[in-house]
């Protein structure tokens, strides 16, 4: 079984970037598809990124061209590089792992981290 453990959150101003990290704690990322959520205050669990297990990454149509998921398996870490962030960006963001790339449906995936706070502010 994988643990995941998320961070790089912080409060960013609009138009800056920042990186997230989902570090296992145990077991390997590598096993699995792992994939970004993040949800803000009020509002539902949203997919943001999912990353196969040979590196290809998916995105939301809000997001795409801006975020990028990449997964390093020697160092059992994916990471989520976000640019241009927008206000509407905050929210804690969750890594989660799962078996089907390209799926951004929470209830596919079986294994989630606690979650790290992004704050976009001026």
């Known amino acids: 079984q994988v643990q995941l453990v998320e961070s790089g959150g912080a409060l960013v101003q609009p138009g800056d970037s920042l990186t997230l990290a989902c570090e296992a704690s145990?077991?390997?990322?590598?096993?699995?598809?792992i994939a970004w959520f993040r949800q803000a205050p009020g509002r539902k669990r949203e997919g943001v990124s999912s990353?196969?297990?040979?590196?290809?990454?998916y995105y939301s149509n809000s997001v795409k061209g801006r975020f990028f998921a990449s997964r390093d398996n020697a160092k059992n870490t994916v990471s989520l590089q976000m640019n241009t962030l927008e206000r509407e960006d905050t929210a804690i963001y969750y890594c989660?792992?799962?078996?089907?790339?390209?799926?951004?449906?929470?209830?596919?995936?079986?294994?989630w981290g606690r979650g790290t706070q992004v704050t976009v502010s001026s």
């Open positions: 145990a077991g390997t990322v590598g096993s699995y598809v």
């Open positions: 989660a792992a799962g078996p089907t790339c390209g799926v951004l449906n929470p209830e596919d995936y079986t294994h």
């Open positions: 990353v196969c297990l040979g590196g290809t990454a």
